[in-house]
């Protein structure tokens, strides 16, 4: 429930998704997963700009499986990250204010 308090105060959505696929699963499909609870939980949340923090970047099968996410979900605004090693935190800030700067001047 807490989750949930975080998320409706925000202006966008950050959603971080495991480009590696590890635990056997594909990133596009714990993508998806991740949209339908959204929309179970309030579909207008759906609505708000969203993120895609792709993570684990560093990890051999994640250039592919990014490529193929791409190629499955079509225009999803992307930023390619390794949380565990520090890169590309700075750029996923920068964007994350970006999204909440043009969201409160609505």
């Not at 998704?17 to 207008?44: C, F, H, K, N």
């Not at 993570?55 to 499986?65: G, H, I, L, R, T």
């Not at 990250?81 to 999204?99: P, R, T």
Request: proline share 5%.
């Amino acid at each position: 429930a807490a989750l949930w308090g975080h998320i409706l105060c925000g202006g966008g959505l950050v959603m971080v998704v495991d480009m590696a696929g590890s635990d056997g699963r594909e990133p596009w499909d714990d993508y998806t997963q991740l949209l339908t609870e959204l929309e179970l939980y309030d579909p207008a949340l759906l609505k708000r700009p969203r993120l895609v923090a792709a993570n684990k970047m560093d990890e051999a099968p994640a250039p592919e499986k990014l490529k193929a996410f791409r190629a499955k979900l079509g225009q999803v605004d992307i930023v390619e990250i390794s949380a565990a090693f520090d890169v590309g935190l700075e750029e996923l800030k920068n964007k994350m204010q970006q999204i909440v700067a043009a969201t409160s001047e609505d």
